[in-house]
Structures are given as C-alpha cells and as structure tokens.
C-alpha cells in the first residue's frame, strides 16, 4: 500500500499543478478578453481615427496594468457613422513560475473585440 501511494504521489501533485496553469491560462485569457474589450469601447467614443488609436492603446495598458507585455493595440474597420470599428490585442504572458511542469517561459494570448459607432455621430473631419 505505501509503494502505490509513494508512486501516485508525484502524479497527484503534477496533476493539480496543470490544473492550476490551465486556471490561470484561463483567468489570463479572460482579461486579456476584457482589455480589448474596453480598448474597442474607449475607441468608438472618439471622433477620429487617430484619437481612437490612442485611447484604445491608453485603455488596454490601464485596463492590464502593465503586468503583461503586450503589442500595440490593432485597430481596423471602417471609422465612418454607422460603421464597426476591431481591436486586436496580443499579449506574452509568463508561465515560467509554474516550473515544475516544464511549461515554455511564456505564452501568447490573442483577443479580438469590435463595437459599433453611433448612426447619429459625427466622425472624421467632414462638417
């Protein structure tokens, strides 16, 4: 009895410990999701593209607090009354604390986001 628990011992703990890496791959992942998320609803509330570009970048590093290294926040679609604007938001999020399991240094986590701009606003520099 004692050899069986001796030997499904290790398994038990690296068992709980993928568990725990999958849970935080998840919980990163959702605010990964969430950042862009407010990024693409700070950037429809803007009047043009380039000031939508800047409060999309400001809102995803606030939202993230600066734990995770992060590319530029993407934005695409059309800036146009009526139009859906995208934000794309890509992350490196470090695993390396989890050694025991042998998991890469970091992971990449990806989240895309869009959002309508209003009918009745003006964009752009027209009149």
């Known amino acids: 009895m004692s050899v069986e628990i001796v030997l499904i011992t290790p398994l038990l703990v690296a068992f709980l410990l993928l568990v725990v890496a999958f849970g935080r791959y998840v919980a990163v992942r959702g605010e990964v999701e969430a950042a862009s998320r407010d990024a693409v609803r700070a950037a429809s509330l803007e009047r043009d593209l380039g000031s939508a570009r800047a409060a999309a970048t400001q ?54 986001s869009s959002a309508p701009l209003d009918i009745y606003r003006r964009t752009g520099g027209a009149p």
């Open 59 to 112: 809102t995803a590093n606030a939202s993230l607090g600066g734990r995770w290294t992060c590319e530029a926040v993407g934005l695409s679609g059309e800036f146009v009354a009526g139009g859906t604007i995208e934000t794309e938001l890509s992350c490196r999020v470090p695993v390396d604390d989890l050694g025991l399991l042998g998991l890469p240094g970091t992971v990449s986590v990806r989240a895309s």
